[in-house]
Nanobody
Framework: QVQLVESGGGLVQAGGSLRLSCAAS????????MGWFRQAPGKEREFVAF?????????YYSDSVKGRFTISRDNAKNTVSLQMSSLKPEDTAVYYC?????????????????WGQGTQVTVSS
């Protein structure tokens, strides 16, 4: 069983930055692909960013965050992070990290096996 706990959310003004972290336990973190998703009120959960297992050589992002967000991982600390810059009000959402333990390498939320509880990010205009 893998447990994921996000942190780092909060309130920030448009144009500002936040760094989200997700701490993993209960498994072999370095073997898992990891993803970040978000869900705004009244909307479906959407993909944000992906990083591959081991050294994280492969990353990809949704078009809406590309160039503004950066995903990274630290296998020694069992954490995955999301550095968010140039934030916009439309980035307001609950952000979730998720583990793809079967290494499907996907952006589909239903193909991730474990989820954190989420952390709220609110961007004011």
């Amino acid at each position: 069983q893998v447990q994921l706990v996000e942190s780092g959310g909060g309130l920030v003004q448009a144009g500002g930055s936040l760094r989200l972290s997700c701490a993993a336990s209960g498994g072999t973190f370095s073997l898992y692909n990891m993803g970040w998703f978000r869900q705004a009120p009244g909307k479906e959960r959407e993909f944000v960013a992906f990083i591959s297992w081991a050294g994280g050589a492969i990353t990809y992002y949704s078009d809406s965050v590309k160039g503004r967000f950066t995903i990274s991982r630290d296998n020694a600390k069992n954490t995955v992070s999301l550095q968010m810059s140039s934030l916009k009000p439309e980035d307001t959402a609950v952000y979730y990290c998720a583990a793809d333990i079967k290494r499907r390498g996907t952006a589909r939320s239903n193909e991730y096996d474990y989820w954190g509880q989420g952390t709220q990010v609110t961007v004011s205009s």
